[in-house]
C-alpha cells in the first residue's frame, strides 16, 4: 500500500468551540474514497482539552488559531503523509472562515480553499451575536477594531489569491447567507477566481440530501481541479 505523500485536504471544524473526534465523518470518507489524506487539527480554542486550551483561542481568529492549523499541514508534510505542492483547505462555518483567512494569509502553501456557510465578516459576526442573550459575551471572544479587519476575508478580497469556492443555504440561522453573498460580491467586483453557489433552503448543516449531493459534486470537481498533479 502507498504511504504517501498524498495530496491533502486540511478540514478545520466548525464552532470554534467544538472538537474534533476520530467518530465517523461523512466528509472525511468522502475525501478518504478520493484518495486525499486528511488533518482535522484541534486549534487552540478547541474544546475538550479543558479551560485554558479553550480560553487560549478567545480573539485569535485568524491569528493564532489559524497558526496551529498552518502548523498542521507543516507536519503533515514533515511526516512524509503530504504532498507539499497538492494541499487544499476545506471547511464549514468557523471552519470556512479558516479557509477564507488562509486564502490571504497562506496563499503559497494551498492550491484552493472550500467555504461552506463560512464566516467572511467579522464585523457582521459580532453584530449578529449582540442581539441575542448573552451574545455580548460569545462576541468578546472575537478580537475587535483594526484586528478584526485584518482577519476578516471580506476586507482583505485584494490579497487573495487562490481559488474560492463558497457554497451557502439560503435559510441558514447560523452564519447568515449576507456573509456569503457579501463576500462573493467582493471577490467578484476585485475580480478574483471563485464559484458561488447558494443553496434554496438550504440549513447550516446540508440537513437535505440533494444538497449534500450537489456540495460533494461541485466540490469534487473542484478539488480534483486544483490537486491534480501539475
Not at 215 to 228: I, N, P, Y
Request: hydrophobic share 35%; net charge negative.
Amino acid at each position: 500500500e502507498n504511504s504517501g505523500p498524498f495530496p491533502t485536504i486540511i478540514l478545520p471544524h466548525g464552532g470554534p468551540w467544538a472538537r474534533d473526534t476520530d467518530r465517523f465523518d461523512y466528509w472525511v470518507q468522502f475525501f478518504h474514497s478520493r484518495g486525499y489524506a486528511v488533518l482535522k487539527p484541534n486549534f487552540r480554542g478547541s474544546t475538550g482539552y479543558g479551560d485554558r486550551y479553550m480560553v487560549a483561542g478567545f480573539q485569535q481568529w485568524g491569528q493564532l488559531m489559524q497558526d496551529d492549523v498552518i502548523d498542521g499541514l507543516g507536519w503533515m508534510i514533515e511526516q512524509g503523509y503530504t504532498d507539499p505542492d497538492r494541499a487544499c483547505i476545506v471547511g464549514g462555518s468557523y471552519g470556512g472562515y479558516v479557509a477564507g483567512v488562509a486564502a490571504y494569509k497562506s496563499p503559497n502553501l494551498f492550491r484552493c480553499a472550500v467555504s461552506f456557510a463560512g464566516v467572511a465578516n467579522l464585523d457582521d459576526l459580532a453584530n449578529r451575536w449582540r442581539q441575542y442573550l448573552l451574545g455580548g459575551t460569545a462576541a468578546e471572544r472575537i478580537q475587535s477594531g483594526e484586528l478584526r479587519e485584518q482577519n476578516s476575508p471580506h476586507k482583505n478580497v485584494n490579497r487573495i489569491s487562490i481559488p474560492l469556492l463558497l457554497i451557502h443555504g439560503d435559510v441558514d440561522r447560523q452564519v447568515m447567507i449576507e456573509q456569503s453573498r457579501e463576500f462573493a460580491a467582493a471577490l467578484e467586483k476585485a475580480g478574483k477566481d471563485y464559484t458561488y453557489i447558494e443553496q434554496a433552503n438550504g440549513n447550516h448543516h446540508l440537513s437535505l440530501q440533494s444538497h449534500r449531493v450537489q456540495f460533494f459534486e461541485v466540490m469534487d470537481a473542484f478539488l480534483q481541479e486544483h490537486l491534480s498533479p501539475r
